[in-house]
C-alpha cells in the first residue's frame, strides 16, 4: 500500500509571504502600499511572488542560503591528510600546516586547518594525548659533591660559608655571570 503524497505544513515565514500576496491581490491592487503597510521592499514582494507563480505556495518556503557549490572549499584529500596527521601524530593547526607545505605541497593557513579540526570535533586532543611541555630547567644537573651540609653552617645566617669558616672551600668552577650556567 503506498503512502499519500502529503505536503507538510507551511512554515510561519512562508505563511506571512503568502499573506502579503493575499493582501495584494484581494485588498489593496497596489504592490507599493502593501510593501509599506507589511514593511518589506518591492524587490522581495516580486521575488516571492514569482515564486508563487511557479511553484504555488511551495515555492514561498525558506530556503538554504549556503551556496550550492564552493570553489575555494578544501579539497577531500587535504582534509584526509589532516585527519591522519591529528590522529596518528597528534600535530596541531601550525604543525600540521608547516608539515603539509613541505612534504605536499599543500598550503593551507594555520587557522583554515583549526576551522577543519573545529568542524571535525576533533580541536583539542583528548588528556591522555596532550603533549605534556617539560618545564624550564628539566634538564639541569646539580653537582653537590662538595658542597657543605646546611646542618653544620652557623645559626642566623642562610647563605653560604662564612669567611672566618676552615669548611673546605668548592672544588668546582664558579658560575658563569653572564649566563647563569654552571660548568659540567
Known amino acids: 500500500m503506498s503512502k499519500p503524497n502529503v505536503t507538510p505544513p507551511l512554515d510561519r515565514e512562508a505563511k506571512r509571504r503568502l499573506a502579503v500576496i493575499r493582501h495584494v491581490e484581494d485588498v489593496t491592487g497596489n504592490v507599493a502600499m502593501s510593501c509599506r503597510y507589511f514593511g518589506i521592499s518591492r524587490q522581495a514582494y516580486y521575488t516571492w511572488y514569482r515564486r508563487y507563480q511557479a511553484k504555488g505556495a511551495e515555492g514561498l518556503r525558506t530556503r538554504s542560503k549556503a551556496p550550492k557549490h564552493s570553489p575555494n572549499a578544501t579539497h577531500v584529500e587535504v582534509v584526509g591528510k589532516i585527519i591522519y596527521l591529528r590522529q596518528s601524530h597528534h600535530f596541531g593547526p601550525e604543525k600540521i600546516a608547516m608539515y603539509l607545505k613541505r612534504y605536499h605541497d599543500v598550503t ?3 587557522s583554515g586547518v583549526r576551522r577543519i579540526l573545529n568542524r571535525l570535533n576533533m580541536g583539542r586532543l583528548p588528556t591522555s594525548q596532550r603533549y605534556e611541555k617539560q ?7 646539580i653537582n ?3 658542597i657543605e651540609p646546611l646542618a653544620s653552617m ?4 642562610r647563605g653560604g660559608p662564612t669567611s672566618t669558616s676552615s669548611s673546605p672551600r668548592s672544588t668546582t668552577a664558579p658560575a658563569c655571570a653572564s649566563c647563569g650556567s654552571t660548568p659540567r
Not at 618545564?135 to 644537573?141: K, M, T
Not at 652557623?154 to 645566617?157: A, E, I, L, M, V
Open 144 to 146: 653537590v659533591k662538595f
Open 108 to 110: 593551507i593557513s594555520k
Open 135 to 141: 618545564l624550564p630547567g628539566h634538564r639541569v644537573q
Open 154 to 157: 652557623p645559626q642566623g645566617r
